[in-house]
């Protein structure tokens, strides 16, 4: 089993910036590929990025390259989203996720472990 713990999210206005963070217990971390998703009311839950296990495979969904950066820390468990350059459409319940598979870094169905959210709101 692993436990996540996501912090980070608040109001911000566009433009502005904020950092997420995931705090993992349980299992090893460094055996864990891990993701971020977010979902905004109504809507299905989307990929944000994912981090490989020793940090040298990164992903990124195409509608938050360049502004979000993923990153990770084996050494506290921890990894981090943070977001630059903020929209009204990154407005969302971003989710920390983990798995041990490899591949599928943008498939939800292929995590094993989520976090409970933290809300992000964008305002115009």
């Known amino acids: 089993q692993v436990q996540l713990v996501e912090s980070g999210g608040g109001l911000v206005q566009a433009g502005g910036s904020l950092r997420l963070s995931c705090a993992a217990s349980?299992?090893?971390?460094?055996?864990?590929?891990m993701g971020w998703f977010r979902q905004a009311p109504g809507k299905e839950r989307d990929f944000v990025a994912a981090?490989?296990?020793?940090?040298?495979?990164?992903y990124y969904a195409d509608s938050v390259k360049g502004r979000f950066s993923i990153s990770r820390d084996n050494a506290k468990s921890t990894v981090w989203l943070q977001m630059s350059r903020l929209k009204p459409e990154d407005t969302a319940v971003y989710y920390c996720?983990?798995?041990?598979?490899?591949?599928?870094?943008?498939?939800?169905?292929?995590?094993?472990?989520w976090g409970q959210g933290t809300q992000v709101t964008v305002s115009a």
């Open positions: 996720a983990a798995k041990t598979t490899i591949g599928s870094w943008y498939d939800s169905n292929k995590y094993d472990y």
């Open positions: 349980g299992q090893t971390f460094n055996s864990h590929i």
């Open positions: 981090i490989s296990r020793n940090g040298g495979g990164i």
